[in-house]
Every structure is written in C-alpha cells, then in structure tokens.
C-alpha cells in the first residue's frame, strides 16, 4: 500500500502555487529521504512527487510509515529512520526547508 505525504493545506495556507509550489514538494521530499527507510534502497527510489503530494509507491511502504507489518517492525537498517518519516522530518527540518523557501521567493525563483 502507497503512502501518501499532501501538502496541499501547507501550500494553501502559504498562498503558494505554481513554481513556488514545486519548489516546497522538492525540497520537502529532500529533507524528508534521510528519514525514509532503507535497505536497498527501494522504498526511497520509487516516489512519486506532484505539486501537492509525495508519494512512497512500493508495496510494503505503508507497512514501514506505520511500523507494523505482522508484528511491529522493530529493525530499521538505517540510523534516524523509521516510522512516521514525514513527521520526523518536520521535526528536524522545518526551518531549515522555511529558509530555503523564503531565499527562493526573495530572489525571484518564482
């Protein structure tokens, strides 16, 4: 099962569109791939992004967002990682993605 990352209330509240809203999907999705876990590496490659959503396309995605598959998945290969990757990002990164947005609306990206 998919999971699915919406920034589209993010992006409303803002008043972004267009390029802007690009802009803030990418570099959330950036922020947010050190947090995703990783074995191979499967999981972190098939994403999908789109103006207003992130979305993890393999089938055990929603399994490793959650931390529980049969049993509670206790083993993330990768340090700093785990479940409620979005979330965790959030809590690291959040303004550090707030001044790379003001820096690219401030220098006309948009």
């Known amino acids: 099962m998919p999971v699915y990352i919406d920034l589209s209330k993010i992006k409303k509240n803002l008043k972004l569109d267009g390029k802007a809203q690009a802009f803030l999907t990418n570099t959330v999705a950036k922020h947010m791939d050190k947090y995703v876990p ?59 993605i707030k001044k790379e947005l003001v820096n690219y609306m401030t220098r006309g990206g948009y």
Do not use: C
């Open 38 to 96: 990783m074995d191979k590496g499967n999981l972190r490659t098939n994403v999908n992004l789109t103006l207003n959503t992130i979305t993890y396309e393999m089938p055990y995605a929603h399994a490793q967002y959650v931390g529980f598959t049969t049993g509670p998945v206790t083993h993330y290969t990768t340090p700093g990682t785990g479940p409620y990757w979005d979330k965790r990002m959030l809590s690291q990164d959040k303004e550090t």
